[in-house]
């Protein structure tokens, strides 16, 4: 029989253990990067249940905002220039985008897990796609990396 000791320890040690694989994926607002202009980078981020995204102002006059969530997931809604560190629980396909860059194609997507919600993911992206002026090709680039 353990000791409640040890049982305890063991219990700390299991939740260390896990905080400890929680990764944190960092995404720049960027003015001009590798797939042009106004873009996120990485545009694509496979993330597990329990990493959180932390979007870094690298350039102002940028933000981040929720377009498609799975299920159950929250949405987010980030400041203008400001950094924002969101929690990814809930499995499946985010579409997120600069509101005041919708226009140009400053969206991303972050997997998690297992993509649940791809076909509820890729009707989206579609009809976004269809109001970009430019880099209406990006949603259907990114979407295609999920797996
Ligand atoms: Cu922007």
């Keep these: 029989m353990y000791s409640r000791a040890v049982k305890v320890a063991v219990m700390i040690g299991l939740l260390a253990s896990s905080a400890a694989f929680a990764e944190d994926h960092k995404i720049q607002m960027l003015d001009t990067g590798a797939d042009g202009l106004m873009v996120f980078e990485p545009s694509y981020v496979k993330a597990s249940a329990g990493d959180t995204v932390t979007f870094i102002a690298k350039d102002p006059g940028h933000n981040i905002i929720s377009r498609h969530v799975p299920e159950g997931a929250q949405n987010w809604k980030g400041a203008v220039s400001n950094n924002l560190?969101?929690?990814?629980?809930?499995?499946?396909?985010?579409?997120?985008?600069?509101?005041?860059?919708?226009?140009?194609?400053?969206?991303?997507?972050?997997?998690?897990?297992?993509?649940?919600?791809?076909?509820?993911?890729?009707?989206?992206?579609?009809?976004?796609?269809?109001?970009m002026a430019a880099g209406g090709e990006r949603l259907q680039e990114y979407l295609a990396k999920v797996q």
């Design 85 to 131: 560190t969101i929690t990814l629980n809930k499995e499946g396909v985010y579409l997120y985008e600069c509101d005041l860059h919708r226009m140009l194609g400053m969206v991303g997507v972050i997997q998690v897990g297992k993509p649940v919600n791809l076909a509820a993911a890729k009707a989206v992206a579609a009809e976004l796609s269809k109001k």
